[in-house]
């Protein structure tokens, strides 16, 4: 939101006066969402003004994976958005394998699905429990959705080694094979999240203070949102039907009928409850995926692990991960490493509205403002 | 009503408590450093250096080709080459390394040394007690090199199909020895 | 009664017994002053364990286990703790007020303690307005938090302190107005009283309990809502809430202080409890005659301690609300409601005279439509924010 020069002298003089009251929420903040900054202009308990500062967490991830190879920079995206390494791993391959070039077999796809819903699930079950965190509930929704994420994370580990740095997609493929009853024990943890959802359904979903505390508040309109570059589930809740999944069709995702659903008024409430809706929907995936996966090739046999030199030229590679779409943009010059490696970091782009979402709001809302956000400070500073 | 939802709620809680007491399910704290879960076998942590047989210094496999080193993405390994080489376990005289010093503060365990390695001679352990008062940790050789028993211990399904690649190369080599020194007859 | 009932009376009498004639009556009052604050402090530390892990049980996980057996010994490693911590008192800040604040906390709390009745007998002094002296003492902790938000020179401070006094005035209207019904019930403004009037079983069974009347129902509900609203305890812990900016009128404490504060809270929530299980479950009386066997003082034990056990599983449960919400909350649905109910009361104690076969069904019929009709009406009033049900459409 611009300021006109009126309204900027206002301010000053309001902050002089101390009738406005200028006020730094973070970096080290009560409510974790990282080390993230808010400059915040209070008149009373109603904000004026929002100021994100961020930077706290960068590490140069662009520029040394502009240094190593297209290989070595697959280790470096799990920990763009630290939660959702899967996902990470899947839009880089992608723009590589646009890049380069190379095929996918299918049995690689249904396991890059498998992999990305099953992080899309624990993604939205956390930020559930964050949120209710965040408005007061002492952590307890979090426990419940920790429990599950628990067993998605037994799966990741004992499928690629590592809980969350998960280091697996590979160009062409996955790094290894599914191991023996590793889709059984996928079945048993997804027979088990449908309960969890009826249940953290039932502590929370009629409950009026949640209702109290979020209808109304934090209202994304539907234009500003288009406008922004707002994508995911934030922008879904403002009413608009944008999926990258449906409007890519990049995988296999074709194949599977899910739904999208839409929220109407675009506040916290709606942001919520359009990740619990598309959780639903990510379980039916998971079960048509985990039916259909039949034996064959994990990895295009011709592609090059070391020493890829893709052709010069630049693909752009994108998918909807959890928190929106996550996008790489590539340029090569032919040479082993690439010339331009840019992130289009879904957190960073969904924060350039969150002034407009809080002004008029009060303290209290923006904590949960920005919890509805959904944001990773991984992937806003790389 | 005004209500419902809240006392849906305090019973989906109470649920939790009681169940607490008698369900696994929903107590499922594991006590540490009592109680420890074993960990998966593909789990990993730091790399370590495979060696055949009961000698570390003859039996490494590690010829020095230094593609771990390349690929590494923090670049934590460090290789110096020996001068003097040594027979493989198909015969053939290979390099080995004289210094091979990871530190593992720097190390992301991503894992991609053992999976570019020609050899097979650097895998991923699965040790994560590591902690300790010094800054900086650095394994070199005799701290990295465990035996290829070691290996098959934590990671028995990898280790049957490397053995198994192995002893095939073996065959195919001996088959070939004995195809030269017989002569064919015509 | 028996003599385990009666147990701590007789050790009193024989202590101040062994002290000479003309300070026996100093002798007994400090032993009773004594015995309140033992018994009181080892139960907040004891409270403070078992809310944590109470609190963890109801989130799958254990609560704090490794001090001490089942982790018991936890409040001594906390106090140790905050003994042991640097007291940073801010260099504007008003010395003598900052150090005032805690302690005017605390003291009014434990006066409090001194006109209820534990157990048969047992009570520091029989005040013939002992209600009365309760409420008035509990408002004192209010200009305790002003004196801490005013002293330590803090704006964040000061507008966290008027949150809280906002809070706590506005929730002592439904507190003091659910519990004017018990006063007309039992004649008495004296809790010993009050408990006396709560003797004897209707219908044989039932004991003439305060909550089992349709206004002891709700009055009840108020009075625990109110209480919680008044402990600063989850959902109403705005003042404390840790995701809020303004860290409140306990900014500038630290160490000792900070757990005095803690301290005071805590015996107010213990105290308010305690007037709940007086005015409404019947104080110290076993619900049965062949339960009597269970001391009287066991008796307040078990409600005081099932009542402690509702606060933390409200807690464990539910979100916080915000300031004005919780204001509405106060003023729009519970003090409406009190005032309902005690109309209710006072029909119900004018048509106890009724006799017809009958009569005590449609008592409770009236009793319970004149409270649910204004409830759910005034439940849908202050829902009605936004709140058509909310449909969600899907795309394919």
């Keep these: 939101m611009i300021a006109t020069p009126e309204i900027q002298t206002a301010r000053t003089r309001g902050i002089a006066n101390h009738e406005l009251l200028e006020v730094s929420m973070g970096p080290h903040h009560p409510s974790t969402h990282g080390v993230f900054r808010m400059n915040v202009l209070l008149d009373g308990e109603v904000i004026v003004k929002l100021t994100p500062v961020f930077g706290y967490l960068h590490r140069n991830h662009e520029k040394i994976a502009e240094k190593n190879s297209y290989l070595s920079a697959i280790p470096y995206t799990d920990r763009l958005d630290y939660i959702c390494s899967m996902t990470n791993n899947w839009a880089y391959v992608l723009s590589v394998e646009k890049l380069a070039g190379i095929a996918v077999p299918e049995r690689a796809e249904y396991i890059r699905v498998i992999t990305a819903e099953l992080t899309r699930l624990f993604n939205h079950a956390c930020l559930a429990g964050f949120l209710l965190q965040d408005m007061g509930a002492l952590g307890t929704p979090l426990m419940y959705a920790f429990r599950e994420r628990e067993k998605i994370l037994d799966l990741f580990e004992s499928l690629t080694g590592s809980r969350m740095m998960c280091n697996y997609l590979r160009f062409g493929g996955c790094r290894c094979d599914l191991p023996d009853g590793w889709l059984k024990q996928a079945a048993g943890v997804l027979a088990a999240f449908s309960p969890f959802l009826d249940q953290f359904e039932a502590l929370l979903d009629e409950n009026e203070i949640l209702h109290a505390r979020s209808e109304g508040v934090g209202v994304l309109p539907r234009e500003l949102a288009i406008n922004a570059g707002v994508t995911g589930p934030g922008l879904r809740a403002s009413g608009v039907n944008y999926d990258v999944r449906k409007v890519d069709h990049y995988g296999i995702y074709d194949r599977f009928p899910f739904r999208v659903p839409l929220g109407e008024h675009g506040d916290v409430l709606d942001r919520y409850m359009v990740r619990i809706l598309e959780m639903r929907e990510s379980i039916k995936i998971l079960d048509q995926a985990l039916r259909e996966i039949a034996p064959g090739p994990i990895i295009d046999p011709k592609a090059k692990l070391r020493n890829l030199r893709p052709k010069a030229g630049e693909a752009y590679g994108r998918i909807e991960g959890p928190k929106g779409e996550l996008g790489f943009y590539l340029i090569s010059d032919g040479g082993p490493t690439p010339y331009r490696f840019r992130v289009r970091p879904p957190s960073l782009i969904n924060l350039t509205v969150l002034e407009d979402m809080c002004i008029g709001h009060s303290i209290s809302d923006v904590v949960i403002i920005l919890g509805s956000v959904d944001i990773v400070l991984g992937e806003v500073d790389r | 009503m005004l209500g419902r939802g809240i006392i849906r709620g305090l019973i989906e809680t109470g649920r939790n408590f009681c169940g607490s007491y008698h369900d696994k399910e929903r107590l499922t704290t594991v006590q540490y450093p009592e109680e420890k879960l074993a960990p998966q076998e593909n789990a990993r942590t730091i790399p370590f250096l495979v060696y055949d047989g009961n000698d570390p210094v003859a039996g490494l496999r590690c010829t020095a080709c230094t593609i771990c080193e390349q690929e590494c993405p923090p670049q934590c390994i460090s290789i110096v080459k020996d001068t003097v080489k040594k027979p493989d376990y198909l015969g053939k005289m290979q390099l080995h390394p004289k210094v091979f010093d990871i530190d593992i503060t720097v190390c992301m365990s991503c894992g991609i040394c053992a999976e570019v390695c020609p050899f097979d001679s650097i895998k991923m352990d699965q040790v994560f007690e590591l902690a300790q008062g010094k800054r900086s940790m650095i394994l070199h050789k005799n701290n990295l090199a465990k035996s290829n028993t070691y290996f098959g211990e934590i990671h028995p399904t990898e280790a049957a199909a490397v053995n198994e690649a192995r002893a095939e190369e073996v065959r195919k080599a001996e088959a070939k020895k004995a195809a030269q020194a017989a002569p064919v007859s015509a | ?396």
Excluded at chain 3, 21 to 37: C, F, K, R, T, Y
Excluded at chain 3, 38 to 67: D, H, S, W, Y
Excluded at chain 3, 102 to 108: E, I, R
Excluded at chain 3, 273 to 284: A, I, P, R
């Design chain 3, 1 to 396: 009664m028996n003599a385990l009932d009666q147990i701590f009376v007789t050790i009193q009498h024989w202590l101040a017994g062994l002290a000479p004639a003309a300070v026996q009556p100093l002798v007994s009052m400090l032993l009773i002053i004594g015995g309140l604050m033992g018994v009181f402090g080892g139960c907040f530390a004891l409270t403070t364990i078992i809310e944590r892990k109470t609190l963890g049980r109801m989130q799958n996980r254990f609560g704090p286990n490794r001090v001490g057996p089942f982790g018991l010994l936890q409040p001594m490693a906390d106090g140790l703790k905050m003994l042991t911590k640097e007291d940073i008192v801010p260099f504007s800040a008003d010395h003598i007020l900052h150090f005032l604040a805690p302690v005017a906390l605390t003291v009014p709390v434990w006066l409090a303690f001194s006109v209820l009745p534990f157990g048969r007998n047992m009570y520091a002094i029989d005040l013939d307005c002992g209600i009365l002296f309760f409420f008035a003492i509990g408002s004192t902790s209010e200009l305790a938090i002003f004196l801490a938000g005013w002293s330590s020179q803090n704006k964040y401070s000061l507008v966290g302190a008027m949150r809280a006094i906002a809070q706590m005035i506005s929730y002592e209207v439904p507190l003091v107005l659910a519990s004017v019904p018990v006063l007309i019930a039992a004649s008495s403004l004296s809790l010993p009283a009050i408990v006396h009037a709560q003797s004897g079983f209707a219908l044989g069974w039932v004991p003439r309990w305060n909550v089992f009347t349709p206004w002891g129902i709700a009055g009840f509900a108020l009075f625990m809502i109110a209480a919680s609203a008044e402990s600063n305890r989850c959902p109403f812990d705005l003042p404390e809430g840790e995701s809020e900016l303004i860290a409140g009128y306990l900014t500038e404490y630290s160490g000792f202080k900070y757990a005095l504060f803690f301290l005071g809270e805590y015996l107010g929530l213990f105290a308010v409890t305690g007037l709940g299980v007086t005015l409404f479950l019947g104080g110290w009386q076993a619900p049965a005659t062949w339960l009597e066997w269970i001391p009287s003082w066991g008796w307040f034990a078990l409600k005081f301690g099932a009542l402690i056990f509702l606060f933390i599983w409200v807690r464990a449960t539910l979100p916080r609300l915000r300031l004005n919400q919780l204001l509405n909350f106060a003023w729009k649905f519970l003090v409406p409601l009190a005032v309902v109910n005690l109309v209710v009361a006072v029909a119900w104690w004018q048509s106890s005279v009724w006799q017809f076969p009958g009569a005590l069904e449609v008592r409770w019929l009236l009793g319970t439509v004149l409270l649910a009709v204004p409830y759910v009406w005034l439940g849908r009033a202050w829902n009605d924010v936004e709140s058509a049900p909310r449909h969600y459409r899907y795309a394919e």
